[in-house]
């Protein structure tokens, strides 16, 4: 009896631990890819803030219809916003 009482014990503790990991690991795989992207983007944003307004015009139409730097520098805003609401409602459930 005391052996059943010390396995089950020991199973939930593992299998709390398991449940935890499990959630973070599914929790912040999709915003992983934005930790790598995150240090690119401040980069451009340092360098677009750097260039004058005829700079910033000439750099904006020199881009393809429909890239992500066309909108550059509100789409990094919009992008972040979107994962902080999906990590919120996977939070929230």
């Not at 005391?2 to 593992?14: I, K, M, N, P, Q």
């Not at 990991?21 to 340092?46: H, M, W």
């Not at 520098?73 to 994962?83: A, E, H």
């Amino acid at each position: 009896e005391d052996y059943f009482e010390y396995l089950v014990v020991a199973s939930r503790a593992r299998i709390v631990l398991g449940y935890v990991t499990v959630i973070l690991l599914y929790g912040l795989g999709p915003f992983a890819a934005n930790f790598v992207v995150y240090d690119r983007g401040i980069q451009l944003q340092d360098d677009y803030r750097a260039m004058s307004d005829e700079e910033k015009k000439e750099f904006k139409e020199s881009q393809p219809e429909g890239t992500w730097l066309k909108y550059f520098p509100n789409s990094t805003t919009v992008g972040l916003v979107i994962s902080c609401l999906l990590l919120l409602m996977f939070i929230l459930g």
